[in-house]
């Protein structure tokens, strides 16, 4: 497959994985109260949504830097893979800061 269509397949799917990551976090925001039972809070700040909502920035930073600088190569690389580090630690961290970092035996 030539490189360039190869780029264009992964924006595209970083730019899938965006609006379906805009909207977890959206439906997290709205739906909170009901899921956590906290009156009045409408978010519980806990890594996974730290996590998240890093990952979400990060990704929006690597969506304009490419449709404004035309970041490429090598930028663009780091910057997909920092995204992509944060949201492993959000979602596949969550077991390991339960069961190493705060000493709970697994559920």
């Known amino acids: 497959m030539p490189l360039l269509t ?41 890594h996974k949504t730290t996590f998240s909502v890093l990952a979400w920035l990060t990704f929006a930073i690597l969506l304009i830097g490419r449709s404004r600088f ?7 690389r780091r910057v997909l893979y920092a995204g992509s580090a944060l949201l492993l630690l959000a979602y596949v961290g969550s077991r390991f800061v339960l069961e190493v970092v705060l000493a709970r035996p697994p559920v």
């Open 70 to 76: 035309g970041w490429r190569g090598r930028t663009a």
């Open 6 to 46: 190869l780029e264009r397949l992964t924006f595209r799917f970083v730019t899938a994985g965006f609006v379906l990551l805009s909207a977890t976090l959206l439906a997290g925001l709205l739906f909170s109260e009901q899921l956590y039972g906290t009156a009045g809070r409408f978010w519980k700040w806990d």
